[in-house]
């Protein structure tokens, strides 16, 4: 595992010094991550700023509760409770705090132009309905292909649809929203953004997507590790296979988060804006792509795929 992390490490390093940068581009940051520019692309800037705010708030709620141990105590209500007070934040923010945060950069408060559009136009009511879609979609097909494909298996006490713990459909929309929002729009902005046009920009750019995909859906795998009641029957396949299969999903929503709704502050789409049907198709066609990518994989492997369960059931 790490000579592949090392390998696409050291490859993309080596990609980005082949690189000639854009010189109109500042990014003053020290990482390779880059915000939307405050003065062009005010509603993602001010949109993003508010996810990475909220992903320390989750992560560090998430992560006492994992190192202490406290999901001892949860029962099936108690996962729900968790799960959906955590993810109800970023559902419910469009329409309470359509402002979503007014950071001040260059002594100027910047305003999201969202809280002067109507609800269903906001930036961010159509990004949350694209990831709370994107979420359900994986959970309530892809999770299969981990049952049948890794062996995986959730054993705490739950309430479940199609099989699936209901909580993991709400969890997973705050995992997703830093995945996308913050970590992948913020990458692929920096390697969009900060050097000239070409064919090895081009190749760059992709190259980021599968190792973006790739460690990301590791690094999930590891940190989850130590939870007792989501498990694979070979961990050691999980961490490698399993990072691979689970990675399909992010080599379609990375970019296609990261491009999604890309003219809503310059107007260039003023006669034919995105709506909130465009938005649940775009995600339903992404789902799709996901959906049949892992599909190949499987019939590649010669697995099949077993689908059980009722509608909704609870266990433990």
Not at 213 to 219: C, G, L, N
Not at 221 to 235: G, K, M, N, V
């Amino acid at each position: 595992m790490t000579a592949i992390l090392f390998t696409m490490f050291a490859i993309l390093v080596g990609m980005h010094s082949l690189q000639t940068p854009n010189g109109a581009q500042n990014n003053t940051s020290k990482l390779p991550l880059l915000l939307p520019d405050p003065k062009k692309e005010p509603s993602k800037y001010c949109y993003e700023i508010f996810a990475w705010y909220y992903t320390a708030v989750w992560i560090g709620i998430f992560g006492f509760i994992v190192v202490s141990q406290s999901y001892e105590l949860l029962t099936a209500w108690g996962y729900l409770a968790v799960c959906g007070g955590l993810a109800l934040p970023l559902m419910l923010q469009p329409l309470l705090y359509p402002l979503a945060s007014a950071p001040v950069v260059k002594n100027k408060i910047i305003i999201n132009p969202d809280i002067q559009r109507p609800f269903y136009k906001r930036y961010s009511t159509k990004a949350t309905i694209y990831l709370m879609t994107y979420a359900f979609i994986g959970n309530y097909w892809y999770t299969h292909y981990f049952y049948s494909v890794l062996k995986a298996e959730y054993t705490m006490p739950s309430h479940r649809l199609n099989d699936v713990p209901i909580a993991m459909f709400l969890a997973t929309h705050f995992y997703f929203c830093t995945y996308h929002v913050c970590v992948g729009n913020g990458i692929l902005r920096h390697v969009d953004k900060s050097y000239q046009k070409g064919w090895m920009k081009t190749i760059l750019f992709w190259f980021t997507i599968l190792s973006l995909s790739y460690f990301t859906a590791f690094m999930e795998t590891l940190t989850i590790s130590s939870f007792p009641y989501y498990s694979f029957e070979d961990r050691e396949m999980a961490y490698t296979v399993g990072s691979a299969f689970y990675g399909i999903y992010f080599i379609v929503s990375f970019p296609g988060f990261y491009y999604f709704d890309s003219h809503i502050d310059d107007g260039k789409q003023k006669d034919r804006p995105v709506t909130l049907v465009d938005t649940f198709t775009t995600a339903c066609g992404h789902g799709m792509m996901i959906l049949l990518l892992l599909d190949f994989v499987r019939l590649y492997l010669g697995i099949p795929l077993v689908i059980g369960g009722v509608a909704f059931a609870t266990t433990g």
